[in-house]
C-alpha cells in the first residue's frame, strides 16, 4: 500500500558526490518522519540521517558535515546529499518511513535499497 521509490545510488571516486532521492506515497508522507538507512555487507543496518514532518533534521556522526537531509512535501520526495564520499560509505542505503497511531504503535517502512560504491 505504502511505496518508497529510490534513486540516485551509483559508483564514485572517495571525495565525490551523489544525491539519493525517495518518491514516496503523499499519504504517509506528510504524516511521516522520513529517514535514510544504510547497510554494508557484514554490518546492520544503520541510521544515517532522518527528517521530521516540521523540518528538524539529525545525522549521524559518522556522515555529519558531509551529508544533508531535506524533504519537498510538494514533491513527497525525501533527499539525500553525500558530499566527500569515502571508501567507508560504501553500503545499500535505504529510505524509509515512520509514523505513529494515536495508541503509540509505530510503523515502518522501507524502500528496496540503492547500492552506493566509493572506490579510493
Known amino acids: 500500500q505504502v511505496q518508497l521509490v529510490e534513486s540516485g545510488g551509483g559508483s564514485v571516486q572517495a571525495g565525490g558526490s551523489l544525491r539519493l532521492s525517495c518518491a514516496a506515497s503523499?499519504?504517509?508522507?506528510?504524516?511521516?518522519?522520513m529517514a535514510w538507512y544504510r547497510q554494508a555487507p557484514g554490518k546492520q543496518r544503520d541510521v544515517v540521517a532522518s527528517?521530521?514532518?516540521?523540518?528538524?533534521?539529525a545525522v549521524a556522526d559518522s556522515v555529519k558535515g558531509r551529508f544533508t537531509i531535506s524533504r519537498d512535501n510538494a514533491k513527497n520526495t525525501v533527499y539525500l546529499q553525500m558530499n566527500s564520499l569515502k571508501p567507508e560509505d560504501t553500503a545499500v542505503y535505504y529510505c524509509?518511513?515512520?509514523?505513529?497511531?494515536?495508541?503509540?504503535?509505530?510503523?515502518?517502512?522501507w524502500g528496496q535499497g540503492t547500492q552506493v560504491t566509493v572506490s579510493s
Open positions: 524509509s518511513a515512520n509514523f505513529r497511531t494515536p495508541l503509540g504503535r509505530s510503523y515502518d517502512y
Open positions: 527528517i521530521t514532518t516540521g523540518g528538524n533534521t
Open positions: 503523499g499519504s504517509i508522507f506528510r504524516i511521516a518522519t
